[in-house]
């Protein structure tokens, strides 16, 4: 006699038929119909989805998935100079070994007590970007830097109570699109565009400060063109001149070496963590943060989590809680109307691991790389025929614009340079058809620069 | 040789080798390091990862950078930013994962709503792939074939699986998604000059309260339908609510009680028949996939949560992935871009002058989309609604278990069936023994796993939600009511024991007060310093 | 150390468990012990003080004598003071101990007290009928009088207690209300003992008055107090069929939220206690009607802690009794009227403002219109515009709280009530409604 293989898949113990008719049994049926006994036959499928035959056993899975991979292209088998929001750095071999433990890969919502590693990493993760930020007060993350910006500005309108954001900076133009149709209902953003040499319009935001109906300035620190404008500061004393308040949404691994907005009177800083030890994932690795003093009107109007340190029953021992903010007597929280769901917490983690690993030298030292390998490029670029590189004597960081002043266009260089091997800018199809944004991080070499400088010069 | 051997004791006997067997319970602790707070590890001069320098050449052409810039935007004092050797930061984050109890350690099925499956481990290696982890959202198409083959793929199963006609994978989260359904919503009554007229916003109290609020941010009046006393949505406050100024209906089918509406069709038709668009949030989709679909109710939009429903991680909260289909008539305002086939080559579609835009940068939470499609592929057809099956039929199985519990009640609809979750209600324990739900919950812990209570405001007394998804085993499940079942028994017995738990955690009871006053919350190191410990300057 | 002191009304609930409608009354009380009624409100007292020791509270307890109090606290094993009583009109000397208080087997029987009003509102007036003796439930136990707890609540206060605890029912409310007034700053605590429970001063069972003590007693001086409702039910209607009840005054009690154990989403941070956002849907309502640009709408509001929060959210100070009316601008509204009585709000109503009336649901009950607030007749809601002016408001934790119960409506004009009952709107945040079946 030959035993019978039970079909039971390996993801779904109790599909074994005897345990399922066992289990059926034991609550007292005979047919999982019974469970569906409140669906009406005209709304249940009577046929089989129709799907692909399934893939039942693991290297059956692993061939499909690799067939569908090979051939892909990725930046580490290719030089590239992409950027624009999404930054090619080096993902330290620790964060990876961290955020990928099944504790906190798998973990979501337990207690502090059952999940107390998830409290402090995360606090940690606070604190450390505190530092960063010169802040008292940095959220749980949200899912990116696009929801940070929103929901920053629209705290900014809680406090103020006013209706019109100006946005002053060169801003991704996906951004600028989230972030308008994120505030419609409460605000409408004006979009002031930076003078010719990319620094913000001071005359014109004062202009339309002047209306008295600003809740806040709105900056990048970098630019989207990767400009670090020296007009920052400047913008903070017309925002709070007005009344207004100034939310400036900045790369957090620029900080060792750029100023941390708080210390040029941002009210609220924001941005997108990725550039801190999360892989670019095809645009898919993305966690935001909000950054703010510790001034209860503000702190009133985080729509996030707030993870506290708090003593335990034991002497010398750390618990954790969520920060009971709703309980202040401040601010207009019903005016929020905003919510709290499932974002990117394991990211805050790993750019938690990034910092710690990291330190002030390493921040300090990336920050310097980065800009001499940025200057370094802009000067080669700007050598090549037909090549321009504007705002040349500007601060760039890591991103920085090119314009090609021949008969090719930014699409045409792009897939010429992809030709020999080399993904080129990221296009700026609303700035016209020769613009785009090249990117180089500490992950480049001065060997990488040259030769893309090279290859240009080679493609007429 | 032992000392016992040698002055000539007798020798052990089988009995002596014999290993009792285990009790009943298991005998849990959770990890505890006594960890200090990575800025009290800091030694300076340590570092943790060394970065590339400029080469010569670079700073010769170059030369400092940093000090060119003005001083207002240079950064003076450096972050305060601990500082340790490699291994020190690895052995902290270590200890800390050791401290946290993930999925794949318990019985997860406290979770309840969460849908905590079996997350496959082939699937994370999919996403580790440089040609993944590594890919650039901004490399030409030709480069990226395969990932937005994947994304195809995927939203041709997912439309499969909901009947829509068009799914778009760019939401960041379940919430995200809902809000993606707003958005489009909105849009698509502006596009008939209907947006003033139309906003107002129906919902229920057991449907997810993100529908609510995403209603709200977007400007929209919420209306909630209460449960009747079966615990069903009350569709006579439906038939009150519904009217020209209804946009939409949010809603979840099973709702959080685990509970399946069967007059759904009737809902939908409601608010149809007053002009409104009618979004299923399928947060709760686990017990019904291949059996029923957001079409055949009449659905014009509906949700998935792919961490959920699809397995992807759960990540201590994020990153997650949603997804949103919808019928021909909305698809003009799906969020760009899209992917296309031409027959040929994939490529995303940008020009799409109605769309409500980018809901997220570039296309979605790629690697949670890999996993998705990876776990799909895994099962197919069958497989799915065997998960659905099975994790209905856990469910319930669980339910007469836990049933048996003094103290425990299952509130509304006594006869009917639950899908994939129940909310369960402690308040005859409660008024027994003065035990709160939470404190159950928080006693659980001591035995290595734990639950969730439900969303505030409890409309359900001591609330208790449990969703036993088809990844658990009966011996599983058993040992999951059998914890229970020992925490009600301490409860009626000892109630100090529970009261006072946990026990065997990492840390004990926290002193949560300080965290609702301005004066003493603290939450970061920074602030800690100034507030609590009075340090200047922190 | 704090001090709570505990009186026990040792009569309380020994109606319900037989099928009375409640144990006010010696008559009654008669009735139920021949039924075999027996006490609980003692072993109640003691379930109470036992979840107070057992959440290691670190208070001094004060007890009123014998069956009033200490014989509980005894058998809970507390350690505590016996505070003496004075004697009280119907039964003599309670000096102290118990045969002070315990009157074997010689009740004063049919002794009423005064009777009593609530102070401002003018509701809540007693049936003469409804003056009570309290009685241990069996022939030749120990009897009490509501004198008796009348007296033992001063006599606590008077020591000095920070809380009051008191085992009994709406009655026992009633007479805690009584000796002390609607102004006390006295924090007190119903533990659950009676039959009828319709007053918000009750925590929900006894070992949850336990749980709330031992927060108020580790928290001394930081937990914040809310006006809770005193009804009581008209005992002599009630026998008649009818349910009828009456909001009889406001005491303190501590207000400890549960904790929001909010770890996984959420779909909002806000509070579901939160008035701030019912206050600005109903001005901005009251800013849309017809007029309301040159005249300035009048906003009515019914009585009630919701109501009293909302006019506080708008800037006006009100109390929780009685109709107010004011008139809310831009910044702080108006008050125009406190404590007004039907006359007065008829006058208001008909001067000219367009009018909009806001009514919360009182007590556990769910009552809109017709009980603590009949100075809302329909003659006023009718020169308010009826039903379409009528706006209700409600947390979402206190519509939780009614268990899917309707809310009820009895202004005493059928024609309106059936205008009023149906589904309707309740407004219970900032664009946020619960769409709530009314009934009469």
Known sequence: MTATPPHAHPYIPNSAPAVRRAMLKAVGTDSVEDFYADIPASLRLHRPLNLPAPLRSEAGLVRHLEELLAGGRSTRDTLSFLGAGCYPHHVPAVVDEVVNRSEFLTAYAGEPYEDHGRFQAMWEYQSLMAELLAAEVVNVPVYDGFQAAGTALRMAGRVTGRRRLLAVSDTAPEQLSKVTDYVRPEHEVTVLPPRADGRADLDAVRAELAAGDVAAVWAQAPAYSGLVDEGLPDLAELAHEAGALYVVGCNPLTLGVLAPPADYGADIACGDIQPLGVHMSYGGGNAGFLATQDVEQLVAEFPTRLFGLVPTSVEGEYGFGDVAFERTSFALREEGREWVGTASALHGIGAGVYLALMGPHGMREIGETVLAHTAYAKRRLAEVPGVEVPQADAVHFADFPVRFTGSRTAVEVNAALLEHGIFGGALRPERGPHEALFCVTETHTTADIDRLADTLKGIP | MSDARRQGAAEPTREDARVAPKPALRRFHQARWDEKLIFELSTPGQRGIEVPAPEPEVAAAVGDVAAALPDALRRGTPPALPELGQQQVLRHYLRLSQENLGADLNVDVGQGTCTMKYSPKVNDSFVRDPRVAEAHPLQDASTVQGLLEIMYRLEGLLREVSGMDRVSLQPAAGSSAIWTNVAMIRAYFAARGEAEQRDTVITSSFSHPSNAACAKTAGYRVITLPPDADGYPDIEALRAAAGPRTAALLITNPEDTGIYNPRIEEFVRLVHEAGGLCAYDQANANGILGITRAREAGFDLCHFNLHKTFSTPHACGGPAAGACGVTEELAPYLPRPTVEFDGERYRLEHDRPDSVGSVRPFYGVVPNLVRAYAWIMSLGAEGLREAAEVAVLNNNYLLSRIREIPGVSVPYAQSRPRVEQVRYSWERLHADTGVHSEEIGLRAADFGTHYWTSHHPYTVPEPMTLEPTESYSRADLDEYAAILAEVAREAYEDPDVVRTAPHRSTVHRAREDTLESAATWAVTWRAYRRKVLGEDGA | ?440
Not at chain 3, 114 to 141: K, N, Q, Y
Not at chain 3, 394 to 423: F, H, I, M, N, Q
């Open chain 3, 1 to 440: 150390m704090i001090r709570v002191g505990l009186v026990v009304n040792p009569v309380a609930g020994l109606g319900g468990r037989v099928g009375l409608q409640g144990s006010d009354g010696e008559a009654v009380q008669q009735r139920a012990r021949e039924l075999g009624a027996r006490p609980r409100a003692g072993t109640r007292a003691r379930a109470a003080l036992s979840e107070l020791a057992a959440r290691g509270a670190d208070v001094e307890l004060l007890a009123a004598p014998g069956v009033l109090g200490a014989r509980w606290a005894a058998g809970a094993g507390w350690p505590h003071r016996v505070v003496p009583v004075a004697p009280s009109s119907e039964t003599g000397s309670a000096e102290c101990a118990d045969s002070a208080v315990l009157r074997p087997g010689s009740p004063r029987l049919g002794v009423v007290p005064p009777a009593r009003r609530a102070p401002g509102s003018g509701v809540g007036t007693r049936a003469p009928d409804a003056g009570h003796v309290h009685d241990a439930g069996r022939p030749g136990a120990p009897r009490t009088t509501a004198a008796d707890t009348v007296a033992a609540v001063r006599a606590l206060r008077d020591a000095g207690v920070r809380l009051l605890l008191f085992a009994g029912g709406d009655g026992t409310a009633r007479d805690v209300y009584d000796a002390l007034g609607g102004d006390t700053e006295l924090t007190v605590l119903g533990i659950p003992t009676g039959v009828k429970m319709h007053s918000a001063v009750f925590s929900v069972n006894p070992r949850a008055a336990g749980e709330v003590a031992a927060v108020y007693g580790r928290e001394e001086g930081g937990v914040p107090t809310r006006r809770a409702e005193v009804m009581d039910r008209d005992e002599a209607a009630l026998r008649q069929g009818r349910v009828t009840a009456r909001l009889y005054g406001w005491l303190p009690v501590p207000f400890v939220p549960a904790r929001l154990q909010q770890r996984k989403t959420g779909g909002t941070v806000l509070s579901p206690d939160a008035v701030g956002g019912i206050a600005r849907e109903v001005r901005e309502a009251a800013q849309r009607l017809p007029g309301a640009g040159s005249r300035g709408p009048l906003l009515v509001l019914g009585p009630g802690t919701t109501t009293q929060a909302l006019a506080a959210a708008l800037g006006a100070e009100v109390g929780p009794t009685g109709v107010s009316a004011l008139v809310p601008g831009g910044g702080t509204a108006e008050v125009v009227a406190r404590n007004a009585g039907g006359d007065a709000l008829l006058d208001l109503v008909r001067a000219g403002r367009p009018a909009l009336v806001a009514l919360s649901p009182v007590g556990g009950q769910g009552f809109l219109l017709g009980r603590g607030n009949q100075q809302l007749g329909p003659e006023v809601i009718r020169a308010a515009g009826g039903a379409a002016r009528v706006l209700v408001v409600c947390t979402e934790s206190k519509l939780a709280a009614l268990g899917g119960r309707p809310l009820l409506v009895d202004s005493g004009d059928d024609a309106l009530d059936a205008e009023l009952t149906g589904y309707r709107p309740v407004i219970t945040g900032r664009g946020a409604l619960t769409m709530y079946r009314v009934t009469i």
